[in-house]
C-alpha cells in the first residue's frame, strides 16, 4: 500500500478495501523499521485513536475524499499531542496547547496524523543537516541530503512512510527538497494558506504547501489546507477553491517561457539534460517554448539573504527562556539568562542569520542594506510580471546540482545558499511554484539521485500549474519510480 497514491488509498477506502486503521498501521510500522531519521515525534496510540474516528465516520457515510488518509506534518507546525520543535533544542520538550490551522483542516477533513516530521532548525537551511535531532537520509541514496528545509516531509514521502506531508517554503524549501527526493511538491501563492500556528521564521516568506507523489494528490491536499484564516494578518482573503479543477485541461497552445539565466554557468550537465528532456516532452503535448529573461534571478540571493535573516532576528527575539522553551540551568542575572538560554539553544546556522538580521536592521545600515533589498525585491516581481506578458508559465531546474553528499558542504554555508539560486526569486515575488519529477543524475559515487522540473506561475494560478503538471505525469512515469528496497 505504501507505493500507492492518496487517490488510490481514497478508492481503496471508500470500497472497504482497507480500513483506515490498518492503513495507519501500515505506516506506523514502515516508519518504526526506518532509519532516514525523518521522524521527530510519534505517538502510535493517538494515530490509531484519529484513525478509528475516520473509520467512524466512513461507515457513517460523513467521509470527505481526505477522510482516513495518513499525513505527517512539518515540524514547524504546531500539533497538540505531538512535539512542535521546529528542529531546534531552543523548542525540544515544547508540546502546543493548540493547532495550526493547516493541521485543524485535516483532522476536520478526517486525515489521520502519523507523526512529525524533522526539518532544518526554525527551516533555516537546504541539506535538513541543521537540525537538533540530526540530519535526514535520502532514500534513494543514504549519503545523500534530502534538501531542506522540509527534508524530513519530502523523504518520508519518498521512502514510503507516508503518503502525504506538509512542508514549508521560505526561499525553496518545499520545491527543493521534493526535486532532490524525486516526489511532487508545490509552495501556493503567498497568503494562500494560513501561517496561524506556523513557528515563523521570515513572515514575509513563509509559506506551507503540500508534498506527495503526484500533482492530483497534491491538488486534493491544497484544496483542504488553503483558505482565508482571519487568525492570520498575512492570509489573503479569498473563497476555497477546487485545485483539482484544471487537472484535464490539455497543453495544447501553451506557452513555456524557458529562463535564459537558469540555464547557465553553475547548472550541472546532468540536471540541464533531465530538465531539458522534460520541456521537450511538453513540446511533444502540443506546448510552445518561449526564449524570456529574468535578469535578476543572480540579485535574489543577496536580496533574500538581507531580508530573511532581519525577519527571522525579529521573530526569534521572543525565544529568551521567560514564557516557554529551553531555559540556561545557570545564570546570574536575567541578562545573564537571555544570553546563555539563546547561546545554549541556537543552532549555529540559526545564530548566524540572527547576527545577519540584527547588523541589517542596526542603525546606520539599514538604508544601506535593508531598504535596498526591499526596493530590489519589487524589480524582482516586475520581471515576472514581464515575463507573463510573452508565456502562460515558467519553466527551469529546481536546484543547479542533485542531492549532494551529507557533510560536504557543512563546513561552506555559501554553497549551501547557493544551491536555492532558482527558488529564492519565486518565494521574494510571492508567486506559486512548484517540483516535479523528471529524471536523475549522478552523485558524487555515480548513484540514481532525482531531478526535479520547476513549473512557475503567475499569482493565484495553482490550478492551473496543478493541471499543467498532472499532463506532463500522465504522459512519463518519473513520479512513480520509488527508492531502492522501498
Same mark, same amino acid.
Given at each position: 500500500?505504501?507505493?500507492?497514491?492518496?487517490?488510490?488509498?481514497?478508492?481503496?477506502?471508500?470500497?472497504?478495501?482497507?480500513?483506515?486503521?490498518?492503513?495507519?498501521?501500515?505506516?506506523?510500522?514502515? +516508519?518504526?523499521?526506518?532509519?532516514?531519521? #525523518?521522524?521527530?515525534? +510519534?505517538?502510535?496510540?493517538?494515530?490509531?485513536?484519529?484513525?478509528?474516528?475516520?473509520?467512524?465516520? +466512513?461507515?457513517?457515510?460523513?467521509?470527505?475524499?481526505?477522510?482516513?488518509?495518513?499525513?505527517?506534518?512539518?515540524?514547524?507546525?504546531?500539533?497538540?499531542?505531538?512535539?512542535?520543535?521546529?528542529?531546534?533544542?531552543?523548542?525540544?520538550?515544547?508540546?502546543? !496547547?493548540?493547532?495550526?490551522?493547516?493541521?485543524?483542516?485535516?483532522?476536520?477533513?478526517?486525515?489521520?496524523?502519523?507523526? /512529525?516530521?524533522?526539518?532544518?532548525?526554525?527551516?533555516?537551511?537546504?541539506?535538513?543537516?541543521?537540525?537538533?535531532?540530526? #540530519?535526514? /537520509?535520502?532514500?534513494?541514496?543514504?549519503?545523500? @541530503?534530502?534538501?531542506?528545509?522540509?527534508?524530513?516531509?519530502?523523504?518520508?514521502?519518498?521512502?514510503?512512510?507516508?503518503?502525504? #506531508?506538509?512542508?514549508? =517554503?521560505?526561499?525553496?524549501? $518545499?520545491?527543493?527538497?521534493?526535486?532532490?527526493?524525486?516526489?511532487?511538491?508545490?509552495?501556493?501563492?503567498?497568503?494562500? @494558506?494560513?501561517?496561524?500556528?506556523?513557528?515563523?521564521f521570515a513572515s514575509s516568506l513563509d509559506q506551507g504547501g503540500p508534498i506527495a507523489y503526484t500533482a492530483e494528490d497534491c491538488a486534493m491536499l491544497l484544496s483542504a489546507m488553503a483558505g482565508f484564516d482571519e487568525r492570520d494578518s498575512t492570509s489573503?482573503?479569498? !473563497?476555497?477553491?477546487?485545485? *483539482?479543477?484544471?487537472?484535464?485541461?490539455?497543453?495544447?497552445?501553451?506557452?513555456?517561457?524557458?529562463?535564459?539565466?537558469?540555464?547557465?554557468?553553475?547548472?550541472?550537465? =546532468?540536471?540541464?539534460?533531465?530538465?531539458?528532456?522534460?520541456?521537450?516532452?511538453?513540446?511533444?503535448?502540443?506546448?510552445?517554448? &518561449?526564449?524570456?529573461?529574468?535578469?535578476?534571478?543572480?540579485? *535574489?540571493?543577496?536580496?533574500?539573504? @538581507? $531580508?530573511?535573516?532581519?525577519?527571522?532576528?525579529?521573530?526569534?527575539?521572543?525565544?529568551?527562556?521567560?514564557?516557554?522553551?529551553?531555559?540556561?540551568?545557570?545564570?546570574?542575572?536575567?541578562?545573564?539568562?537571555?544570553? /546563555?538560554?539563546?547561546?545554549?539553544?541556537?543552532?549555529?546556522?540559526?545564530?548566524?542569520? $540572527?547576527?545577519?538580521?540584527?547588523?541589517?536592521?542596526?542603525?546606520?545600515?539599514?538604508?544601506?542594506?535593508?531598504?535596498?533589498?526591499?526596493?530590489?525585491?519589487?524589480? +524582482?516581481?516586475?520581471?515576472?510580471?514581464?515575463?507573463?506578458?510573452?508565456?502562460? &508559465? $515558467?519553466?527551469?531546474?529546481?536546484?543547479?546540482? @542533485?542531492?549532494?553528499?551529507?557533510? *560536504?558542504?557543512?563546513?561552506?554555508?555559501?554553497?549551501?545558499?547557493?544551491?536555492?539560486?532558482?527558488?529564492?526569486?519565486?518565494?521574494?515575488?510571492?508567486? !506559486?511554484?512548484?517540483?516535479?519529477?523528471?529524471?536523475?543524475?549522478?552523485?558524487?559515487?555515480? #548513484?540514481?539521485? !532525482?531531478?526535479?522540473?520547476?513549473?512557475?506561475?503567475?499569482?493565484?494560478?495553482?490550478?492551473?500549474?496543478?493541471?499543467?503538471?498532472?499532463?506532463f505525469q500522465l504522459a512519463t512515469d518519473w513520479h512513480n519510480q520509488r527508492p531502492a528496497g522501498i
Amino acid at each position: 500500500m505504501h507505493t500507492k497514491t492518496l487517490k488510490q488509498l481514497s478508492a481503496m477506502l471508500k470500497a472497504k478495501q482497507v480500513s483506515a486503521t490498518e492503513l495507519a498501521q501500515s505506516y506506523l510500522d514502515r +516508519i518504526a523499521d526506518s532509519d532516514l531519521n #525523518a521522524f521527530t515525534s +510519534i505517538d502510535a496510540a493517538l494515530t490509531l485513536e484519529q484513525a478509528r474516528d475516520a473509520d467512524t465516520r +466512513i461507515a457513517k457515510g460523513d467521509a470527505s475524499e481526505l477522510t482516513g488518509l495518513p499525513i505527517a506534518h512539518k515540524d514547524i507546525f504546531v500539533t497538540r499531542g505531538w512535539k512542535s520543535t521546529a528542529g531546534s533544542k531552543m523548542l525540544a520538550n515544547y508540546s502546543s !496547547p493548540f493547532d495550526a490551522t493547516v493541521v485543524e483542516q485535516f483532522r476536520a477533513a478526517g486525515m489521520v496524523t502519523l507523526g /512529525k516530521l524533522n526539518c532544518d532548525e526554525f527551516a533555516m537551511g537546504s541539506s535538513n543537516e541543521n537540525s537538533f535531532f540530526g #540530519a535526514v /537520509k535520502n532514500p534513494w541514496d543514504k549519503t545523500a @541530503v534530502p534538501g531542506g528545509s522540509s527534508g524530513g516531509s519530502a523523504a518520508a514521502v519518498a521512502a514510503g512512510l507516508t503518503p502525504a #506531508a506538509t512542508g514549508t =517554503d521560505t526561499g525553496g524549501s $518545499i520545491r527543493q527538497p521534493a526535486s532532490l527526493c524525486g516526489v511532487t511538491g508545490i509552495k501556493p501563492t503567498y497568503g494562500r @494558506v494560513s501561517r496561524f500556528g506556523m513557528i515563523a521564521f521570515a513572515s514575509s516568506l513563509d509559506q506551507g504547501g503540500p508534498i506527495a507523489y503526484t500533482a492530483e494528490d497534491c491538488a486534493m491536499l491544497l484544496s483542504a489546507m488553503a483558505g482565508f484564516d482571519e487568525r492570520d494578518s498575512t492570509s489573503i482573503e479569498r !473563497p476555497k477553491e477546487d485545485f *483539482s479543477r484544471q487537472l484535464n485541461d490539455g497543453i495544447r497552445g501553451l506557452k513555456i517561457g524557458v529562463p535564459r539565466e537558469y540555464f547557465g554557468k553553475g547548472l550541472a550537465p =546532468d540536471v540541464e539534460q533531465a530538465v531539458r528532456s522534460a520541456l521537450s516532452e511538453y513540446e511533444k503535448l502540443g506546448a510552445t517554448l &518561449v526564449d524570456i529573461s529574468l535578469p535578476k534571478t543572480e540579485l *535574489s540571493i543577496p536580496v533574500y539573504y @538581507v $531580508i530573511a535573516p532581519a525577519e527571522a532576528s525579529s521573530n526569534l527575539s521572543r525565544f529568551d527562556g521567560v514564557r516557554y522553551g529551553h531555559r540556561a540551568a545557570e545564570y546570574s542575572d536575567l541578562s545573564d539568562m537571555y544570553c /546563555k538560554t539563546r547561546a545554549e539553544g541556537f543552532g549555529d546556522e540559526v545564530k548566524r542569520r $540572527i547576527l545577519v538580521g540584527a547588523y541589517v536592521l542596526s542603525h546606520g545600515y539599514y538604508d544601506a542594506y535593508y531598504l535596498q533589498a526591499q526596493k530590489i525585491r519589487r524589480l +524582482i516581481a516586475q520581471d515576472f510580471q514581464q515575463a507573463f506578458t510573452q508565456c502562460d &508559465v $515558467i519553466m527551469g531546474p529546481v536546484a543547479p546540482t @542533485v542531492a549532494w553528499d551529507l557533510g *560536504s558542504k557543512a563546513n561552506d554555508p555559501l554553497a549551501n545558499y547557493l544551491a536555492d539560486i532558482f527558488t529564492l526569486s519565486t518565494s521574494l515575488a510571492g508567486l !506559486p511554484g512548484m517540483s516535479i519529477p523528471c529524471g536523475f543524475g549522478q552523485g558524487e559515487k555515480n #548513484a540514481k539521485r !532525482p531531478v526535479g522540473l520547476q513549473l512557475i506561475g503567475n499569482y493565484f494560478e495553482e490550478a492551473k500549474l496543478l493541471g499543467i503538471a498532472h499532463q506532463f505525469q500522465l504522459a512519463t512515469d518519473w513520479h512513480n519510480q520509488r527508492p531502492a528496497g522501498i
